[in-house]
């Protein structure tokens, strides 16, 4: 019996108190002498247990996994594809309480954690309608008389993929979704801090499997910490492993990746940017920035951290930043509960951490205009704007808490100057209604509400286009 009747609805996703967390062959392993728990960082109280695995069920994990890749990559691609809108229907049918799952266990408030579930539901549709459009050879023409050049690509067998605790179930849809499809079986590590998520996720797919006949084994998860990571990087029968993550760890990864000529596919955080020409529409202006510096409380890889302001509205975003960050931290409370905007950080080392920053930005002469630590049981804090010189240690820093530097420019290429003098970020947009002056090629003889309305459609044209290369890169990769 879970300890606080909001957490009841945990068993109607096949949950319980305690838990194995390692998913081997077909069947759940743990040993009851390795537990780690899942809390709530709302409080920071207990919700669940779950028990580690030993590196034993690691070797044996991976072993089955291999076999049932010889039979997987052998299954017809609509079979697949089959499978995978199984998985989607599945989630489909229990999305708010995957939903309130992440929600609860990440600390995102609840239409972001019903969000990113429907992302996985999202990603499982494209993968299965790729039954018919999933041709992935080539005849090409050879230089030579009468030869011709057969390309033929094939599955690599076993992936890896290692996903981060604020988008425990997201980045494992983008991610397993096209290995699942192009014949590959999928070895799964959950964030050691999200291991409710990482076994209702693996329970569902299972339970497609079983229903198809198919092997466990093509799905195997492991709720563990960094010695499974490093086992599975340095692991020759994974010959492609996928990590999201800090660029930190993300760079140990690709190492011994590489050490064993494996291949890797890295989506790390950056220190993402926002620059606002003075001719900007400051009303668009504030609303992205506050979704984008204070969205999921700043624990997101393309979250801004920097936003670069030209001289001449510099005062005037200001202020109106200041009125909606003041909102936003009024709304913040449980992120389950109807009208909150803002939940809190997902662990007690990140409240620490965010501390520590605080601290750095003061000692470097820092002007911090909003936000500091909430005192409380949980891990609250107020999103923080901070005036600082751009040329500060602390600005260069990757960050998962929500803290934004302002900087004051004069030139557009003295903005990009300061943009470009640190490790690019993931994430950099640019507000103007005159994007042809930084945008070459783009030209506009319109009015300047339609210039401004045609810049945002811009930017959502070339993000959803990324995101499509994006996938399709993937495709083509696994």
Not at 467 to 472: D, K
Request: aromatic share 6%; hydrophobic share 45%; net charge positive.
């Amino acid at each position: 019996m879970f300890a606080r009747s909001e957490y009841m609805f945990l068993s109607e996703i096949d949950l319980s108190v305690v838990h194995p967390g390692y998913y081997v062959n077909g069947e759940w392993k743990g040993r009851s002498s390795s537990m780690v728990t899942s809390v709530n960082p709302v409080n920071n109280e207990t919700i669940a247990a779950v028990t580690e695995g030993s590196i034993e069920d690691y070797e044996e994990g991976v072993q089955a996994c291999s076999k049932a890749a010889k039979l997987w990559m052998k299954t017809p691609v609509s079979k697949r594809c089959e499978i995978v809108r199984q998985i989607g229907d599945a989630l489909r049918a229990k999305l708010q309480l995957f939903g309130r799952l992440v929600s609860l266990e990440v600390g995102k408030i609840l239409v972001e954690g019903i969000g990113e579930v429907q992302e996985v539901i999202d990603m499982c549709d494209y993968a299965a309608g790729l039954s018919e459009k999933l041709n992935l050879n080539a005849s090409i023409r050879h230089e030579r008389q009468n030869h011709v050049t057969l390309q033929v690509r094939n599955p690599f067998g076993v992936v890896g993929v290692i996903t981060p605790f604020n988008f425990p179930c997201a980045v494992l849809g983008r991610n397993a979704c096209m290995a699942l499809v192009t014949g590959n079986c999928v070895v799964w590590k959950g964030s050691r801090t999200t291991p409710l998520v990482t076994i209702a996720i693996t329970k569902l797919v299972a339970g497609v499997l079983k229903n198809n006949n198919l092997p466990g084994a093509i799905f195997t998860s492991f709720c563990g910490g960094a010695p499974i990571g490093q086992a599975m990087a340095e692991d020759k029968r994974i010959p492609l492993v996928s990590f999201t993550g800090t660029s930190k760890v993300g760079l140990m990864v690709q190492q011994r990746v590489n050490d064993r000529f494996g291949k890797c596919l890295l989506e790390l955080s950056g220190n993402n940017a926002i620059t606002v020409m003075g001719d900007a529409d400051i009303p668009l202006v504030v609303q992205a920035v506050l979704l984008d510096a204070v969205g999921i409380a700043g624990q997101c890889r393309i979250t801004c951290h920097r936003l670069f302001i030209q001289e001449t509205i510099y005062e005037l975003v200001i202020e109106r930043l200041l009125l909606e960050y003041t909102l936003v931290t009024i709304a913040m409370g449980d992120p389950l509960k109807t009208g909150t905007l803002l939940g809190p950080l997902h662990t007690k080392a990140l409240k620490r951490n965010f501390r520590t920053v605080m601290q750095k930005i003061r000692s470097q002469g820092g002007k911090v205009f909003i936000g500091d630590v909430v005192s409380s049981v949980g891990n609250f804090v107020r999103p923080t704007i901070v005036e600082i010189s751009p040329n500060a240690d602390v600005v260069k820093e990757e960050l998962f808490v929500p803290v934004l530097y302002v900087i004051k420019f004069t030139t557009f290429e003295e903005a990009m100057q300061i943009n470009n003098s640190i490790s690019p970020g993931s994430s950099n947009s640019i507000f103007t209604r005159k994007p042809h002056l930084v945008v070459p090629g783009i030209s506009f003889s319109a009015t300047p509400a339609r210039a401004t309305l045609s810049a945002l459609v811009v930017s959502v044209v070339l993000n959803r286009a990324l995101a499509r290369e994006f996938i399709s890169f993937k495709l083509s990769l696994y």
